[in-house]
């Protein structure tokens, strides 16, 4: 089940399941259920595959497979998945039985009609499902209300509930507990409001670049709202965030239905003008996207090229902050957008840089990558009710008071002879409990699996893995950190007598 409070609840399915078995004289030996799981996708349904591992690999001390319907192997989107997993099983010799379905999995050409139209039928649902939470959630936008992500330096979310009352400032990690409350977003504390006005007028009145105003504010040791350090992009995300100004814009990327996340237009983004109280002026925010606007210009490839072979005869060496740092270039990030990376573009124009610019290139990228996973297990916690407190200086976080957690971004190295492995350092002064490895992909941008790595079976400062490790170490891989917010889920105990 992906909710709570429906028919398809476990509880309910598992009675409905029992009631049938009774009145045929079968013995129920085992039980897998996914609970609060989305039937999307096999990922994260780590009692469906069980099932079919366990039949699979001949562990199956059982003849029959009970489902309550056809739309609980997944309301896939392709309707040939659940008829797979269903094939797996005959395969093996072990019958299929629905219980809650009018017509018997005989193998008719009925059965197979009816399981063809209701898998159809089960992914259409999550379709049309998909359709009504997209258009209640472009109302709640439209309406001046915030859907889902940090508030940003300068900002705070107050929640409201259903009669448009303030309730309070929720704290970083913080979730509404009551499905009818809403957010929106207000002014922070004064002096991070007058930190923010003053970017703006430094980049707009006094022609600083975004470095320049990181460079001062860290000189200063102002710390962003995740308490680290100001970057080049950092500022200029402020800069260009509509939400300063008071708008409301969402839909910027997507991932229905379980999909790859894409980049929307911005012709099919949702806004609500004015929904916020504003705390920049919007002249003095409009100023600063025109010169953004006009800084990165739209240039051809060999117009760009050519800026950079000016730069490269007269400084004799390219970087990615020369190339910041020169007012008659794009920044060093269109040029990685452009032309898929730096490098590329240095090989582009004949410059080989001194070393291995690659390896530089994959740490800029995880080191970006970190602080999004740090915040998503955060809020992955909160989802589930768990408690979080980060050390703003080494990250580690501490859930529930009760166990701490290490998030390590592990990158990808392909050997000579084309195997994948990745080299885990642990953060043994730290001493966690958990170390959350997050192994990267081939090309090292986005993560593949996670190792909830216990520290007590750790004891080594480093461990090596390959693509495939055996049991004693698979046994920690998951797909998503899923496992690790149900370990944060909170419990209450009875008291003894």
Not at 314 to 333: H, N, R, V
Request: glycine fraction near 8%.
């Amino acid at each position: 089940m992906s909710t709570e409070h429906q028919r398809y609840s476990t509880e309910n399915q598992s009675d409905a399941i029992a009631q049938y078995a009774r009145q045929r004289g079968i013995d129920i030996v085992r039980t897998y259920s996914d609970e609060g799981k989305s039937g999307l996708r096999i990922q994260g349904r780590e009692g469906l595959k069980q099932l079919i591992d366990d039949i699979q690999s001949g562990r199956a001390d059982f003849e029959t497979v009970l489902v309550y319907d056809i739309s609980r192997w997944g309301r896939f989107q392709d309707a040939d998945e659940s008829a797979y997993y269903e094939y797996i099983c005959k395969r093996a010799g072990i019958s299929v039985v629905y219980c809650a379905e009018q017509f018997e999995n005989d193998g008719s050409p009925v059965s197979t009609i009816v399981k063809g139209v209701k898998r159809a039928m089960a992914g259409e649902y999550s379709r049309e499902l998909s359709q009504k939470v997209f258009t209640g959630q472009c109302r709640l936008i439209e309406r001046g209300y915030r859907q889902g992500g940090p508030p940003g330096f300068g900002l705070r979310r107050m929640l409201i509930d259903e009669h448009g009352e303030p309730k309070g400032i929720l704290k970083q990690g913080q979730h509404k507990s009551i499905q009818t409350d809403r957010v929106t977003l207000v002014p922070g504390p004064a002096e991070e409001v007058a930190i923010v006005q003053e970017i703006f007028r430094s980049f707009v009145d006094d022609g600083k670049s975004e470095a320049d105003i990181a460079e001062s504010l860290n000189s200063r040791g102002i710390l962003t709202d995740l308490e680290r350090a100001w970057t080049r992009g950092t500022v200029h995300q402020i800069l260009i965030n509509e939400k300063y100004i008071g708008h409301n814009v969402w839909n910027r990327s997507s991932f229905k239905l379980k999909k790859h996340r894409v980049q929307n237009d911005p012709e099919i983004w949702v806004r609500a003008e004015g929904a916020f109280e504003a705390i920049v002026d919007p002249e003095l925010f409009a100023a600063a996207g025109a010169i953004v606007v006009a800084r990165s210009a739209r240039l051809t490839d060999d117009e760009m090229l050519e800026g950079l072979r000016d730069i490269l005869q007269a400084q004799g060496y390219l970087s990615g902050l020369i190339i910041d740092e020169a007012d008659t270039l794009p920044s060093s990030g269109s040029y990685r957008t452009r032309f898929g990376s730096l490098l590329r573009a240095y090989q582009l124009v004949g410059f080989q840089p001194d070393r291995d610019y690659r390896y530089v290139e994959i740490n800029r990228r995880l080191r970006d990558i970190h602080p999004d996973i740090v915040a998503h297990t955060i809020a992955g916690i909160g989802e589930v009710g768990g408690n979080v407190e980060r050390d703003p200086v080494t990250d580690l976080l501490t859930i529930n008071n009760e166990f701490t957690a290490s998030l390590v971004v592990v990158r990808c190295h392909e050997t000579n002879a084309g195997s994948l492995r990745w080299n885990i350092r642990f953060d043994t002064s730290l001493k966690p409990d958990i170390t959350v490895a997050v192994r990267m992909d081939r090309p090292n941008r986005k993560p593949l699996d996670y190792y909830l790595l216990p520290g007590v079976d750790m004891t080594l400062p480093r461990l090596r893995l390959a693509e495939n490790n055996g049991l004693s170490l698979d046994a920690y891989r998951f797909d998503t950190l899923t496992p690790l917010f149900e370990m944060a889920v909170q419990v209450p105990i009875p008291e003894a007598a």
